[in-house]
């Protein structure tokens, strides 16, 4: 089976630090995504790690452990912009694109 | 990177009709996703579209229920056939960025569908 996890909900204080985690278990590893949707909007891509390791891109960084089944986006300094859902998504060996259920974040003043 | 232009963006159906959603790209692309996100929840594949080929669908969804069609590179077509309520969501179709995968998919605006 095919499992990809996530929190389903955080909340967080504008101008703080969020780490949303993402555990995997998938028939196939090409790749993590992370992506960005807004309420009523499309996903938008946020960060792609194939290596394990830090990928940092401006406020947004992306964590992956192959060996772990384990990911993580970390947010800082949070603005009330950042309030969406936060999609954890793997690359699998077909060229399709799964994803996890999504971490809705609310961030307050 | 890609840009989808995906139609209609919503629509409201009587249960027992079709709809056909169109997502037309401004390059072409090898393969397209077509995807769908029930209220509160994450994104399902329901198949993938290749050019010349007939489309692969997911566990769980058959081709009498989503026909899709991808006559050109640019180009696909999924119908929601013979619809009840349960088929009220959001659907949406996608495309790999470029270079591929290191901008992982772009997406249609989507459809927001309602069927009543």
New interface residues.
């Given amino acids: 089976g095919q499992n990809i996890d996530q929190p389903t909900e955080m909340t967080a204080t504008e101008g703080a630090i969020v780490q949303i985690n993402c555990t995997y278990q998938t028939s196939g590893f ?2 993590l ?1 992370w ?1 960005q949707q807004h309420a009523g ?5 946020l960060s ?1 790690n ?1 290596l394990d390791g830090l990928e940092e891109k401006g406020r947004f960084s992306s964590f992956l452990s192959r060996s772990k089944g384990y990911s993580y986006l970390l947010l800082k300094e949070l603005q009330m912009k950042d309030s969406a859902s936060y ?1 954890c ?1 793997v ?1 699998g060996n ?9 971490t809705r974040l609310t961030v307050k003043p | 990177s890609a840009v989808i232009s995906q139609k209609p963006s919503r629509d409201i159906c009587q249960r027992g009709t079709s709809l056909t959603i169109q997502c037309q790209v401004d390059s072409q692309v090898t393969m397209m996703f077509w995807y769908r996100q029930q209220p509160g929840q994450s994104l399902t594949l329901i198949a993938t579209a290749n050019q010349g080929s007939e489309a692969t669908y997911e566990s769980g969804f058959v081709i009498d229920k989503f026909p899709i069609s991808r006559p050109n590179l640019t180009f696909s077509t999924l119908t929601v056939s013979n619809m009840s309520p349960e088929d009220s969501s959001i659907y949406l179709c996608s495309v790999e960025g470029q270079p591929a995968p290191n901008y992982g998919y772009t997406f249609g605006s989507g459809t927001r569908l309602t069927v009543v």
């Fill in positions: 090409n790749g995504f992506y909007e499309a996903p938008t891509f792609y194939v999609l998504a690359w077909n060229n399709d694109m799964r994803f996890g259920a999504g």
